[in-house]
């Protein structure tokens, strides 16, 4: 007879840990309908991204067609029974490089708001807090990036590093962190003259953890929500970079590079762009869906003043 095996204290606590956040993830779902379908749109270009990821290391592939195997007998054909979203110029399947691309245009927008958010929080905690020259030169500093239209700039920062992915991570990263950094500095000079800070500094608290432990918290939610809203903008801008021919190299079945290959196509081969286009309006429309939801939820206030009420 075998023994039953009982969590310990640790495991019960990871358990109710657990739970707790299923169940705010399903109160957060059903507080309105907006978030409802927000949530249900992200979590399916989610699962997408990851099952797309997953086949990518496994070396397979999420339909019975390889996304990179060319076909030639079979060359722009249009939707059918076999070939759900039709098949390219030459023959590749386009739902299978349209899920393949899913996890490339995903971890992409993930990688450029990671560091964008990082820096630009930094930046915008420091000289928030700080101000005086210090506020006045990174300010001045972030005007700069500002001063440029933002997809030029990027394009800019990609082609002198020659193109692909990375040098459109780290091209996007350098346009997006400005905005994050005037975000958190215009919040962080409200905070700074409340009393709750007047009594950290006067029982002796350091600078430093005055804006890492007392004010850093209080502004992370600001920086989810604009997170939240900015994929889909990654997501557009990297396709745009790969549509000029900055970004995703072939054979990288990436959204907007597919865009970029059925130009000489069109309008015959109209599925060519409209399937890809379709999955970039889906992603923005969720996320944006759903960071105005998280705005509501994590500020009411917020929220009702946008709304007019």
């Known amino acids: 007879m075998s023994a039953v095996v009982h969590p310990g204290p640790e495991g019960k606590s990871a358990i109710a ?4 956040v299923a169940g705010a993830v399903r109160g957060f779902a059903a507080s ?22 997953g086949a990518f290391v496994l070396d397979t592939h999420l339909t019975a067609f390889d996304p990179l195997k060319m076909n030639i007998v079979a060359r722009l054909q249009p939707p ?9 110029k030459i023959g590749r399947d386009m739902l299978a490089r349209v899920l393949a691309g899913s996890w490339i245009s995903l971890t ?28 006045e030169v990174l300010m001045r500093v972030t005007d700069l990036f500002l001063a440029f239209p933002a997809l030029i700039l990027a394009a800019a920062i990609a082609a002198s590093f020659g193109g692909g992915m990375i040098p459109t991570t780290i091209a996007l990263a350098a346009v997006f962190w400005p905005w994050y950094a005037r975000l958190i500095r215009s919040r962080i000079l409200s905070l700074k003259e409340q009393e709750f800070v007047a009594a950290a500094r006067a029982m002796g608290a350091s600078p430093a953890r005055i804006v890492f432990v007392t004010l850093l918290p209080m502004v992370w939610p600001l920086v989810i929500v604009q997170a939240t809203t900015d994929v889909g903008f990654v997501i557009l801008a990297a396709s745009g970079l790969s549509f000029l021919g900055l970004g995703a190299q072939p054979p990288t079945p990436e959204w907007g590079a597919l865009i970029f290959d059925s130009l000489t196509h069109q309008p015959t081969a109209w599925w060519l762009a409209v399937f890809p286009g379709g999955a970039i309006a889906l992603v923005a429309i969720g996320f944006n869906l759903l960071g105005d939801s998280l705005r509501d939820h994590l500020d009411p206030a917020l929220g009702a003043a946008e709304a007019g009420v």
């Open 17 to 20: 840990r657990m739970a707790a």
């Open 32 to 53: 309105s309908g907006q978030a409802t379908i927000a949530c249900a749109i992200v979590a399916f270009v989610l699962l997408a991204g990851i099952a797309s990821f």
């Open 80 to 88: 059918s029974a076999e070939h759900w979203m039709g098949t390219d």
């Open 108 to 135: 992409v927008s993930l990688a450029v708001l990671l560091v964008a958010s990082i820096v630009g929080t930094a930046i915008g905690l420091i000289a928030g807090y700080v101000g005086g020259l210090v506020d």
